[in-house]
């Protein structure tokens, strides 16, 4: 498939659904960029047709940014057309918090032998950031978001001794002019191969993402979205200054359906 998608033909399929829709993302209050599928911040101004029909289409669509409340309601809306909702903890600080942290984290270095890949690079081998992401279980954004044709984005990478990718991480602002969360960038795409775990690369990945996120974009607030039984992850999360918040990110799949990403 054209376009710098990476993936399954659904997975494919629905990133470049996602670009097209760039425009309409932006434009309608209510629509929330969720880079691998459709999504939404707040249902009720987007429309409970149109969510509906889309899902039905696509087999999947995003809900991001939910109380207590709304999850239930959605999740009932859900479970009665046939599909199931699930559910991803919200790990978020302020500017104030998260950068000085992060700064904290990267200025202790790499270890011996790992650098991050220039800007240069990283733009003539996007694909390969893809298959890497894809390998470690982390469904990809297209090339077009990882490399900043979309609007504002960080993609960070790096590299182990023989120049192979390492560890990814990923910053974009998903929310439009309309959202309550406009100001607030998504970290995420964070993985680490296989061989290199256990060196400490995932935090530092993910602390010099946040960085770029703070330093790059207009955000004043980051958040990540962890499954709550994962672990490693809110470790890592924990150490950049990032608190679960009292909201949920949900993914809306087939009911028999496997889980969209880890």
């Known amino acids: 498939m054209s376009g710098g998608t990476f993936g399954t033909e659904m997975q494919q399929r629905l990133q470049a659904l996602s670009d097209d829709n760039v425009p309409f993302f932006r434009a309608t209050p209510g629509a929330c960029l969720a880079g691998r ?12 047709p149109l969510i509906m029909r889309r899902l039905e289409r696509d087999g999947v669509f995003g809900f991001r940014m939910l109380s207590p409340e709304r999850e239930a309601e959605i999740r009932s809306r859900v479970e009665a057309a046939g599909f199931r909702l699930d559910i991803w903890g919200v790990f978020a600080a302020g500017k104030d918090v998260a950068w000085p942290r992060c700064r904290a984290v990267t200025g202790r270095g790499l270890p011996p032998g ?16 893809q298959g890497f992401m894809a390998d470690a279980g982390v469904v990809p954004f297209s090339a077009r978001m990882l490399g900043g044709e979309l609007g504002p984005s960080a993609l960070v990478a790096i590299a182990d001794a023989t120049g192979a990718i390492a560890a990814t991480a990923f910053a974009y602002m998903p929310h439009n002019a309309f959202s309550p969360y406009r100001d607030w960038g998504w970290g995420g795409l964070v993985a680490v191969g296989q061989g290199h775990r256990g060196k400490g690369l995932g935090a530092i990945v993910n602390a010099e993402m946040i960085c770029r996120c703070f330093a ?12 709550l039984g994962n672990q490693p992850s809110r470790g890592m999360a924990a150490g950049c200054g990032l608190e679960l918040l009292d909201l949920t990110c949900g993914i809306a799949v087939r009911a028999k359906g496997a889980r969209f990403t880890a």
Request: aromatic share 10%.
């Open 216 to 227: 790059t974009m207009p955000a004043t607030t980051m958040y990540e979205i962890i499954g």
């Open 114 to 129: 790992f650098s991050l890949l220039s800007p240069a690079r990283l733009a003539a081998e996007t694909r390969a950031v």
């Open 37 to 48: 599928f459709l999504s939404t911040d707040d249902p009720d101004r987007l429309g409970w």
